[in-house]
């Protein structure tokens, strides 16, 4: 079965959603604190996925084209009433800002990297799945966490995964014949490298050490194809 590994990985996620709300009631003070580790641990793993990039001018527009396109649209703004109306369904209005940060947030941590466009490329060329059910173990870990903090937000990221990781699988049936191997190869290292950074932003954001509109930054992920396509016709 095509989507068996994405599969399980949305199931994992709301599975680690739902234990991560009977913990959210756990004195503050350990709650900041593990939220610092965590925010530490982001940064990392963001930092790791930038410097893996081999074409910095590809980033770099990438991520110009795409801020200009999430500030026109308003992208965050949309993303954030987005999450205070879902918000709203199940949690008081105090709480709503806190939803919408916990799916962007979540969203970003499970959908972007390496592991998810590898994971969905093999369960739909090979029907080998063990690198998203390896993924799946590792983000129900982080969303038991992450909910701890944002709520019920984070457990709404699976949407956003299950469709993302199932569409590629789905079209990895048919990729190889329509993108070369080596195109392929280094789309995924760029958009890694993209995705790092907004990762990277995560974190930053979660230490209150600045804010950043990752939200308007989101359209980088798309662009990103649009640009490695024009850098390899030059």
């Not at 910095?56 to 205070?84: K, M, P, Q, W």
């Not at 990895?172 to 070369?180: D, G, K, R, S």
């Not at 195109?183 to 230490?207: Q, S």
């Amino acid at each position: 079965m095509v989507l068996y590994g994405t599969l399980i990985n949305g199931a994992l996620i709301v599975i680690g959603s739902l234990l991560g709300l009977f913990f959210t009631k756990i004195p503050e003070r350990y709650k900041k604190t593990v939220m610092h580790g965590i925010s530490l641990a982001v940064i990392l793993i963001g930092l790791q996925m930038a410097f893996s990039t081999e074409t910095i001018i590809v980033v770099l527009l990438s991520l110009l084209t795409g801020a200009i396109i999430g500030e026109f649209i308003h992208l965050e703004e949309g993303l954030n009433r987005f999450g205070a109306w879902v918000g709203s369904k199940f949690t008081t209005s105090n709480e709503n800002f806190s939803v919408a940060q916990g799916f962007m947030t979540a969203s970003l941590m499970f959908v972007i990297g390496a592991m998810s466009i590898l994971g969905a490329l093999d369960s739909g060329i090979r029907g080998d799945h063990e690198i998203l059910i390896t993924k799946a173990v590792i983000d129900g870990f982080v969303a038991l966490v992450l909910t701890t903090t944002f709520g019920f937000g984070v457990v709404l990221s699976v949407v956003p995964v299950v469709l993302y990781q199932g569409t590629i699988a789905l079209l990895a049936t048919q990729i190889e014949n329509w993108v070369p191997e080596a195109f392929l190869n280094g789309l995924i290292v760029e958009l890694t490298a993209v995705g790092g950074l907004l990762i990277l932003a995560i974190g930053l954001n979660m230490l209150k050490i600045v804010q950043i509109r990752i939200g308007n930054l989101l359209p980088s992920i798309v662009t990103v194809v649009l640009v490695y396509y024009i850098y390899q016709l030059f």
